[in-house]
């Protein structure tokens, strides 16, 4: 079974702070995702990376960045964090093997972050 | 452009009942892909199925049914004598554009399924 995990499941922040959240995949996956999740919203991507050290804007790319020095490994960081940056985030992975479209995109347990 | 719209924001039944979550998508590709995921409370979304725009044929699994319809561009979900662990947020996706390389989703904003005892 793919397993996505994401390092907390809640994390509270002060405006201005510097967040990381981090998601690591087991499956060797090509491509990984980050999203986020605001109710009536459905899911809005940040961020992907189809291969180590490459990363490409997602719909909402704005106030954050991210980091991908490691395959398996994908992370989220809010530079300064501010309250509208509160929300649900998720992760995903998928293969990459398939061709555009195909792979099914397989979620974490999600990040749910406030800041206050 | 790509566009899902789930029309549903709540949906409500009593348990046994049926349930149809209704998912309608835009796309200018001939070739595509349509995705159904569930989100129970714990908040992980799990993959449900994957249908490409080739295959019209209804899908059945357990109580589970999906009909994909072209003509109408729906990808609609029923379950059938719903229990009350089918409680969750539905979520349909549709493929990126024929210039996504990548496998980017569009997500619809998700129907919220409550079955009461």
């Known amino acids: 079974d793919v397993k996505v995990t994401q390092s907390s499941r809640y994390l509270v922040k002060r405006t201005g702070e510097k967040v990381f959240l981090e998601c690591v995949q087991d499956m060797d996956h090509e491509n990984m995702f980050w999203y986020r999740q605001d109710p009536g919203l459905g899911l809005r991507l940040i961020y992907f990376?189809?291969?180590?050290?490459?990363?490409e804007k997602g719909d909402i790319p704005e106030g954050y960045s991210v980091s991908r020095e490691k395959k398996e490994r994908f992370s989220l960081i809010l530079e300064s964090a501010s309250t509208n940056q509160t929300s649900m985030y998720l992760c995903?992975?998928?293969?990459?093997?398939?061709?555009?479209?195909?792979?099914?995109?397989?979620f974490g347990p999600g990040t749910r972050l406030t800041v206050l | 452009a790509q566009k899902v719209t789930q029309a549903q924001t709540e949906i409500s039944v009593v348990e046994k009942e049926d349930v149809t979550l209704d998912c309608v998508y835009e796309?200018?590709?001939?070739?595509?892909?349509l995705f159904w995921y569930k989100q129970p409370p714990s908040g992980e979304l799990v993959f449900l199925i994957r249908r490409n725009s080739f295959d019209e044929q209804n899908e059945i699994s357990g109580r589970y049914s999906w009909n994909f319809q072209k003509s109408t561009s729906s990808f609609n979900f029923t379950i059938t004598a719903s229990q009350v662990v089918d409680s969750a947020v539905y979520f349909c996706?549709?493929?990126?554009?024929?210039?996504?390389?990548?496998?980017?989703?569009?997500f619809g904003a998700g129907t919220q399924v409550v079955v009461t005892p």
């Open positions: 995903a992975s998928s293969s990459g093997t398939s061709g555009r479209g195909q792979d099914t995109q397989y």
């Open positions: 996706a549709l493929s990126g554009p024929a210039t996504d390389s990548w496998g980017k989703l569009q």
């Open positions: 990376s189809y291969d180590v050290k490459m990363k």
């Open positions: 796309t200018r590709d001939t070739t595509y892909y």
